[in-house]
């Protein structure tokens, strides 16, 4: 790209960001701490997004701006030093600010400020652009928050943009001027630790993803009504997990393929090959609870569709039994009236009626019901009601 055109895309993305700025000076401000803490765990951070930044010359550090401007100062003024820029969700301004000072590229930009992208890898001229998404398990909901990091690595610089609470670079950052012989090798390495950190920071969240998924599997066989929604959320964890992870595998056979190309040391490469071993054990694992879940699912859905049968089993069966005591009431309900209908009849006492005056009259009645009932009775035994 030439410089013009990078200088007005720069300038498109100040007005942006002052038209942004313009908004909300015009809200009222919300209340703050004089003092920020950062959710990383990393050292409390003053107002601002600059978390750390630093100055290093063969692995050592030289400098610790606590300004951006500050920083800028100092890289000029120590030719072959690297600096180690960490920034925690920067506003439009200091982005632009940096886009002109390291020479980043519009697009790699954009990405950074609008966040929400997926894992990738960029490479724009020298400067290289990767974007990660970290995760942490948290105990007490059981559920896994997943946090955007970009990178910025060039010559001579590395800058970290993170947009969550994870991953802690704090501690990345300890561990690199421990080890001064791996810090002198540039920013390379640098990069490569961070992605050793996120790769290894997926560890905890799949033991404890697994740990969920064994509860629901118990909850499943315990006949838990709620397991299903459980089920759900875990696979939805499990999908945004595969999307953190499936892409760093591509991301880390374009880092090897450009091994030869740019002189990348030895031992740096065997860090990545590291790193790539842990990102496959990663991803295959997080494949295995997709399936697991799915038949848990199947599994689940069998069980409540036996359970359903039983209940309707049992209400047929019960339903039948009540009809078959319906049948028996009935029967002997008609079995009785008969008599009665017979009786009722004869107990009016009307004078002129037949059979009144007959000898036979009462007996042939009582022969009339006995027969009615008997019959009646012969018809529902034959008929199964009684």
């Known amino acids: 790209m030439s410089s013009e055109r990078r200088n007005r895309a720069l300038r498109a993305l100040r007005?942006?960001?002052?038209?942004?700025n313009r908004r909300v000076a015009a809200e009222p401000p919300p209340a703050a701490p004089s003092v920020v803490p950062d959710p990383a765990?990393?050292?409390?951070?003053?107002?601002?997004?600059?978390?750390?930044?630093?100055?290093?010359?063969?692995?050592?550090?030289?400098?610790?701006?606590?300004?951006?401007?500050?920083?800028?100062?100092?890289?000029?003024?120590?030719?072959?030093?690297?600096?180690?820029?960490?920034?925690?969700?920067?506003n439009e301004p200091e982005l632009v600010s940096l886009a002109k000072e390291f020479d980043l590229h519009p697009l790699a930009l954009e990405d950074a400020i609008q966040a929400h992208q997926r894992p990738k890898l960029e490479r724009y001229g020298e400067t290289l652009f990767v974007v990660l998404r970290a995760a942490r398990y948290l105990d007490a909901p059981e559920e896994v928050d997943f946090a955007e990091l970009h990178i910025f690595v060039?010559?001579?610089?590395?800058?970290?943009?993170?947009?969550?609470?994870?991953?802690?670079?704090?501690?990345?950052?300890?561990?690199?001027?421990?080890t001064p012989e791996l810090l002198k090798l540039g920013p390379e390495a640098v990069l490569y630790a961070i992605l050793d950190t996120v790769v290894d920071g997926y560890a905890p969240v799949v033991d404890g993803v697994e740990?969920?998924?064994?509860?629901?599997?118990?909850?499943?066989?315990?006949?838990?009504?709620?397991?299903?929604?459980?089920?759900?959320?875990?696979?939805q964890e499990v999908l945004e997990f595969q999307r953190a992870t499936r892409p760093l595998a591509p991301m880390l056979e374009g880092l090897t393929a450009g091994f030869a190309k740019y002189g990348t040391d030895e031992e740096l490469q065997r860090y990545l090959r590291d790193v790539a071993d842990h990102v496959l054990h990663t991803i295959e694992r997080v494949d295995g609870f997709r399936l697991q879940l799915s038949d848990m699912l199947t599994v689940n859905a069998t069980l409540v569709a036996q359970q359903q049968n039983a209940e309707m089993k049992a209400l047929t069966e019960a339903s039948f039994e009540q009809n078959e005591e319906i049948k028996r009431i009935s029967s002997w309900a008609a079995i009785l009236f008969a008599p009665t209908l017979v009786g009722t009849i004869y107990g009016m006492n009307f004078v002129h009626m037949p059979e009144l005056g007959w000898v036979f009259g009462y007996p042939f009645a009582i022969f009339l019901m006995a027969v009615v009932c008997g019959s009646l009775y012969l018809i529902f035994k034959r008929r199964g009601w009684l």
């Open 41 to 90: 765990g990393e050292e409390p951070a003053p107002p601002g997004s600059v978390i750390d930044a630093a100055l290093y010359r063969d692995g050592r550090r030289v400098s610790t701006p606590s300004t951006l401007a500050e920083a800028y100062t100092q890289l000029r003024q120590e030719p072959g030093a690297m600096a180690w820029i960490g920034l925690y969700r920067p």
């Open 211 to 235: 740990n969920d998924i064994d509860e629901s599997e118990i909850q499943v066989f315990s006949g838990d009504p709620q397991v299903s929604r459980r089920i759900y959320e875990l696979s």
């Open 154 to 178: 060039g010559p001579g610089f590395v800058l970290t943009v993170r947009h969550g609470n994870a991953p802690d670079l704090s501690a990345v950052r300890r561990r690199m001027e421990s």
């Open 15 to 20: 007005s942006s960001a002052k038209r942004r």
